[in-house]
């Protein structure tokens, strides 16, 4: 049985973690490299750090906060945001990511998928995908794109098979309705994406208390949970630590990577 991973995602703006709710009214948490230092000594499985200005600002990423945070954490680490082409990649890859995150620029351009997965194998690539349910497709989940302020027109279930089939080695479904709600993933997008692509899926946004995360891993087969607002934001009604998450898990039944004392 695969190890469920618990992946720390931060939204980052000019080096500083932020917080959203449904991707608006950010407010100001922590230094990027900081925190990232601290879910790393808590024994967090994952980052993925996003850029969430870098498409909508025309820039590229943010490759120092990218640099600094590689020299204090030792776990897997992905990167998104502002990457355009395959020289962004190697750049970001050579400051210390281990994937690369594609979200809007693979809309725009979806042999990026390819390109990515050809040079540097597609278990480096991961689809990080915006969605709400609008009804307007066939699925009635639609893509956004630039911080979820673009509508595309695209089914997201149509989206993410088609990614797959690009080479993308994994995918991440980020939910506008559910992002920092606290009230839970969207189960029901999950349990349709699993019916169309065969790589592992990731779930974002939505996760409040430790139920989600054990409904989550026991009700769909995500491999991955992306968790923020319990772990870090004062707007949460509480915040748990990594051990308080994976031990809990344990006990019901989920298999995750033990907490080491």
Not at 7 to 32: E, L, P, Y
Not at 77 to 103: H, R
Not at 112 to 127: D, M, N, R, W
Request: proline fraction near 2%; hydrophobic fraction near 40%; include cysteine.
């Amino acid at each position: 049985m695969l190890t469920k991973r618990l992946i720390a995602c931060f939204d980052i703006i000019n080096g500083r973690v932020t917080k959203a709710v449904q991707f608006q009214d950010n407010i100001d948490v922590a230094s990027a490299v900081e925190l990232a230092e601290k879910m790393y000594k808590e024994q967090i499985d994952e980052l993925i750090f996003y850029d969430i200005t870098a498409s909508a600002e025309k820039r590229k990423i943010d490759i120092d906060t990218v640099k600094n945070t590689s020299e204090c954490v030792f776990i897997p680490f992905a990167v998104g945001g502002g990457i355009k082409n395959l020289d962004d990649m190697y750049e970001t890859l050579k400051a210390g990511a281990e994937k690369i995150s594609v979200d809007s620029m693979a809309v725009r351009n979806p042999a990026i998928i390819t390109e990515g997965a050809k040079a540097f194998g597609s278990q480096c690539i991961i689809l990080s995908t915006q969605v709400k349910r609008t009804g307007k497709t066939r699925s009635s989940y639609e893509v956004f794109i630039d911080g979820a302020r673009l509508e595309t027109g695209l089914d997201a279930l149509e989206w993410i098979k088609k990614a797959q089939d690009l080479g993308a080695g994994e995918i991440c479904l980020n939910s506008i309705d559910c992002d920092g709600t606290m009230a839970g993933y969207d189960l029901e997008l999950m349990k349709f994406a699993e019916k169309v692509v065969t790589v592992p899926l990731i779930a974002s946004g939505g996760a409040g208390k430790p139920e989600h995360l054990r409904d989550l891993f026991t009700l769909t087969q995500a491999q991955g949970a992306i968790i923020s607002s319990m772990l870090y934001s004062p707007r949460a009604e509480r915040n748990y630590s990594v051990r308080e998450l994976k031990e809990y898990l344990a006990l019901n039944g989920v298999n995750v990577r033990p907490y080491e004392n």
